[in-house]
């Protein structure tokens, strides 16, 4: 058995790889949040204690760490080997750029940001602009020039 020094991970052709992909990304990003609130209380104590090493200024953290927290999780999950969430890979979906290359932490931390940007002035038109492209993508995957599609 040989391993491929360059291996694709090119998004499939295959029109039922992206049935139903929409509905399982709205309940990924539920878990996903969730997990990374959850994330933010140990990260609350580590900014707690590195305010008092650094006599106050730590403390500037605070209202960033939300922030600081999920463009961390985003960027090592889906920049990740896997190139899916844990809320993702708990719905069978994965990350994939359509040129056929990796995910990496970058363009995986830009896709969280522009979501972010464009879901703060499209709330409510965000998830049917899925409704109406090919492959089911948003705004922001065809920005980036990737594609969310069902691992199983």
């Known amino acids: 058995m040989s ?6 991970y090119a998004a499939p052709e295959d029109w039922r790889a992206y049935s ?3 509905s ?17 209380i140990p ?6 204690f ?3 090493l650094t006599l106050g200024l730590g403390f500037m953290l605070y209202p960033a760490l939300f922030v600081i927290v999920a463009l961390l999780y985003f960027g090592m999950t889906l920049g990740g080997p896997s190139q899916a969430s844990p809320g993702m890979r708990a719905m069978g ?16 931390v830009v896709h969280t940001v522009l979501f972010w940007v464009i879901n ?6 965000i998830l049917l602009v899925g409704l109406f492209t090919e492959r089911s993508r948003l705004v922001h995957d065809m920005l980036l020039g990737t594609v969310i599609a069902r691992t199983g």
């Open 50 to 52: 590195l305010g008092i």
């Open 20 to 22: 139903g992909v929409l």
């Open 93 to 108: 979906i994965t990350l994939m750029r359509t040129d056929g290359h990796r995910m990496d932490f970058m363009t995986a």
């Open 24 to 40: 399982r990304r709205v309940f990924a990003f539920i878990l996903d949040y969730l997990i990374v609130l959850l994330l933010c």
């Open 3 to 8: 391993i491929d020094p360059n291996p694709t």
């Open 120 to 125: 703060s002035f499209l709330t409510p038109l």
């Open 43 to 48: 990260a609350a104590v580590i900014v707690f």
